[in-house]
């Protein structure tokens, strides 16, 4: 009887400690979010995923913002947030979004924040949208990250209305903005 209970004991032993092990071990997730009314910004954060996803072991969640639950905030080592520029601001719901993040303890201190846009034209509020979205992560004590390249040092913006951007899809030059955006958060958190 006394070998027995010795063999269960054990058996609870190594199962406990698997249990914590796989706790230990999940990967890092990056929450990659955005609101959108004519799915520009949309295509954005699917290209932002593409490069999360070509950094192997770091989990993400895709989704609008509407969707999106506060543990999800509060569990991402990273946030990359997306938003069209409407009259040279961000939208009103993704600054309602910002405002609506857990501020008490500053839970969200540390995290990685990166940024994308979508504007109709060229210089007409892109680049402000993304410093107005950096501000307020830096408010919550999020760490702030650019593109892959100087061409998106804010973080990546598309243009989709003006010239030869109006009426088409978003174009690939922008869309490599985004993707190397997701590849060097996602090289940032699997090395954190
Ligand atoms: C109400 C409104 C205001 C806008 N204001 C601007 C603006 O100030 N500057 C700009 O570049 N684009 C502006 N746009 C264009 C959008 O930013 C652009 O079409 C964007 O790509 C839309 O994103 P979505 O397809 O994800 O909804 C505006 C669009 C709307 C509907």
Redesign the pocket.
């Known amino acids: 009887m006394m070998k027995y209970s010795n063999q269960v004991y054990v058996f609870f032993i190594v199962l406990l400690s698997s249990i914590e092990l796989s706790f230990a071990q999940s990967s890092p997730s990056i929450l990659i979010t ?9 295509t954005m954060a699917e290209a932002v995923a593409k490069g999360v996803q070509e950094i192997g072991n770091v989990d993400f969640i895709l989704k609008p913002i509407s969707e999106v639950k506060t543990e999800e905030i509060l569990n991402a080592s990273a946030i990359i947030l997306g938003s ?5 601001n961000m939208t009103p719901q993704v600054q309602g979004f910002i405002n609506s993040w857990p501020f008490e303890g500053r839970p969200l201190k540390d995290k990685i924040g990166a940024v994308f846009v ?4 060229f210089s ?3 680049e402000a949208v993304m410093f107005s979205m950096i501000r307020s992560m830096m408010i919550h004590g999020m760490v702030i990250v650019g593109g892959d390249s100087i061409e998106s040092a804010f973080g990546a913006s ?4 003006e010239g030869e951007y109006e009426e088409k899809e978003v174009q690939d030059i922008f869309l490599k903005k985004a993707e190397g955006l997701g590849r060097r958060v996602g090289e940032m958190v699997a090395n954190k």
């Open positions: 955005y609101h959108t009314e004519s799915g520009k910004t949309q069209p520029v409407y009259n040279a979508t504007g109709g034209g007409i509020g892109e598309a243009i989709t209305g």
